[in-house]
Structure formats: C-alpha cells, structure tokens
T-cell receptor, first 112, second 109 residues
Framework: EADIYQTPRYLVIGTGKKITLECSQT?????MYWYQQDPGMELHLIHY???????EKGDLSSESTVSRIRTEHFPLTLESARPSHTSQYLC???????????FGQGTRLTVV | KQEVTQIPAALSVPEGENLVLNCSFT??????LQWFRQDPGKGLTSLLL?????REQTSGRLNASLDKSSGRSTLYIAASQPGDSATYLC????????FGTGTRLQVFP
C-alpha cells in the first residue's frame, strides 16, 4: 500500500493568487518528483529532489518552485497563478536504485 | 537526455484478445523500468517493476519483458477484459523517472 498523499485533490483559484500544492509520504523515501499532466497528454517532469535540501528542475520548464525541508514533505508553490497553469499535478516518491516509484492521487488545478 | 516512446498510441480490441504494448528508451543505463496504469482523471497505479538485471516480471495476466541492450520493454496482457481499459505508461529510471507517451487501451465487450 502506497503512503503518499496529495492535497487538495481539486482546486479552482483566481488568476494572480499564490497557491501551494502539498505532497507528503510516510515511507521515508529520499527521492521525490513532481509531474505536470494536461488532459490526455503525457507526464512531464517539472521538479525533483534527491533528499533534504536538494531540489532540481525537471525537463519541462515550470514557473513553480519547490522546497524539501523535511524528508516526508515536498510542496510545490505557484507565486502567481495563471490560466496556463491549469493542469493535473502528480507527486511521486521512491527509494534510490532498483526500487518501485509510488504516486499520489494528484491535484487537479484550474485557474480562472 | 532519456527519451521514452510507446507504440501504439491507441488500441481498441474486443474482449479476450491477447495484447502487446511496446516501450522504447534511448539511454540503456537504467536502474529499472516500471509499467503503470492510469484511469481517466486519476493518479497512476503501479503494475510491474523490472530491474535492470531482470528480463521479465509477471503478475496475473500481465507479463513485462526488458531488453536493456536494445532499449525495449514489452507489456503483454493476456485475455483482455473491459476492465483493462485505461492508459498504460512505461517509465525508465536512471537518476530521474522519465515517462513514455502512453498507450490508450479500450477493450469492448
């Protein structure tokens, strides 16, 4: 059973608002990832972390930022939301090496 | 830069058929390859994980194979059912987990 949680599941917010999407895991995994997925489209890696105080940008440029102050927590922040940020955001975690990755249920963000 | 491609992009078959979904990756220095299922509007469910030293893994009606040297993995679904309808994604792990473009499967009764 995967213990990785994302909140909120759904969010509708106005343009210009600051938002933080939460991702938490209780498995002690070092590696965590954020993906962006538009409806019917592929997953794009936007941020990842190898552990506490480690953050890297992914292959898709994103205006969001992340932090990793605690092992279990990897929040994603948009300082000023725009309609182009409307998408589904998926969080994942895994141990290093040859192990399985687990995903949260996702946050569906709509910016109006 | 790792690139992962899946073919076919979409597949529609009658119930009971055996299916083959293909995944190819450009960087063979992977730790493992993982297959996922995604239902519309939902998150990802892990189906099978193949470590780089393995050649195949089986779970129920699913069998996944891995040929690292040629950069290919195959997901075989036996005796397909309408409940198998979903998008199937493969992901290759080096230091990052990179996803393929997905195969959208529809199995009709």
């Amino acid at each position: 059973e995967a213990d990785i949680y994302q909140t909120p599941r759904y969010l509708v917010i106005g343009t210009g608002k600051k938002i933080t999407l939460e991702c938490s895991q209780t498995m002690g995994h070092d590696k965590m990832y954020w993906y962006q997925q538009d409806p019917g489209m592929e997953l794009h890696l936007i941020h990842y972390s190898y552990g506490v105080n480690s953050t890297e940008k992914g292959d898709l440029s994103s205006e969001s930022t992340v932090s990793r102050i605690r092992t279990e927590h990897f929040p994603l922040t948009l300082e000023s939301a725009r309609p182009s940020h409307t998408s589904q955001y998926l969080c994942a975690s895994k141990r290093g090496g040859y192990t399985e990755a687990f995903f949260g249920q996702g946050t569906r963000l709509t910016v109006v | 830069k790792q690139e992962v491609t899946q073919i076919p992009a979409a597949l529609s078959v009658p119930e009971g058929e055996n299916l083959v979904l293909n995944c190819s990756f450009t960087d063979s220095a992977i730790y493992n390859l993982q297959w996922f299922r995604q239902d519309p509007g939902k998150g990802l469910t892990s189906l099978l994980l193949i470590q780089s030293s393995q050649r195949e893994q089986t779970s129920g009606r699913l069998n996944a194979s891995l040929d690292k040297s040629s950069g290919r993995s195959t997901l075989y679904i036996a005796a397909s059912q309408p409940g198998d309808s979903a998008t199937y994604l493969c992901a290759a792990y080096t230091d990052k987990l990179i996803f393929g473009t997905g195969t959208r499967l529809q199995v009709f009764p």
